[in-house]
């Protein structure tokens, strides 16, 4: 089973539309989860971290569900410019400090 | 910019060969993660440096190593190239070494295609 778990997509939605992404992982002792952003032909970027209490950031929604293993990123009010690939990320803290991601959710954004 | 660097950019190898990537941390920051993204896949982990030694590795056979130098640079070593090994190498930077304590900062990675 991999460690990390996603939706490949693709998810093609209009502009303004609400669209969410999940993922699963399969490590419960894991301490620290992500989502980054991967534009076609660069480096992932960190979106945003995700807290056991749910955190927002603008349009941008990240859940943590502990006891499902799940995360969730909600993206309201979709903009062309949020086309890209989202990847989950999990860092299990088991000593080596690496980050798991997943194989990514790609986002294309329709005006 | 993230102010980590990764030389080359683009790189074509013949199987069998031999190959040296670099990475320059972003300033102040003391450890590095190397990844393999294949295409169509996340980023996998290869290893990390820690103030120049080894603090983990993945699931990559020995053919595959590396050094941190003084300055936190960071080379990545692939010898005995294989057509697998086709993909975007990133490095990551970081500071602490003993949990994931700062973001990682990711070069733009170096392509290498193996043929």
């Known amino acids: 089973r991999k460690e990390v778990e996603q939706d490949p997509g693709p998810f093609n939605v209009p502009e303004g539309a609400t669209v969410a992404f999940n993922c699963t992982y399969s490590n419960s002792a894991s301490q620290s989860f992500f989502w980054y952003r991967q534009d076609c032909r660069k480096e992932p970027k960190l979106l945003m971290s995700?807290?056991?209490s749910g955190n927002e950031d603008g349009r941008f929604t990240a859940q943590l569900n502990r006891a499902s293993q799940y995360i969730s990123l909600l993206i309201r009010d979709s903009k062309l410019s949020d086309s890209a690939t989202y990847l989950c990320?999990?860092?299990?803290?088991?000593?080596?400090?690496?980050?798991?991601f997943g194989t990514g959710t790609r986002l294309t954004v329709i005006p | 910019e993230t102010g980590v660097t990764q030389s080359p950019t683009h790189l074509i190898k013949t199987r069998g060969q031999q190959v040296t990537l670099r990475c320059s941390s972003q300033?102040?920051?003391?450890?590095v993660s190397w990844y393999q993204q294949a295409l169509g896949q996340g980023p996998q982990f290869i290893f990390q440096?820690?103030?120049?030694?080894?603090?983990g590795r993945g699931n990559f056979p020995p053919r595959f190593s590396g050094l941190q130098f003084p300055n936190y640079s960071s080379e990545l070593n692939v010898n005995a190239l294989e057509l697998d090994d086709s993909a975007l190498y990133l490095c990551a930077s970081s500071h602490g070494g003993r949990g994931w304590d700062t973001e990682a900062f990711f070069g733009q990675g170096t392509r290498l295609t193996v043929v």
């Open positions: 990320v999990v860092n299990p803290q088991t000593g080596a400090n690496n980050l798991f």
């Open positions: 440096y820690y103030r120049e030694e080894e603090n």
């Open positions: 995700v807290y056991s």
């Open positions: 300033s102040g920051h003391n450890t």
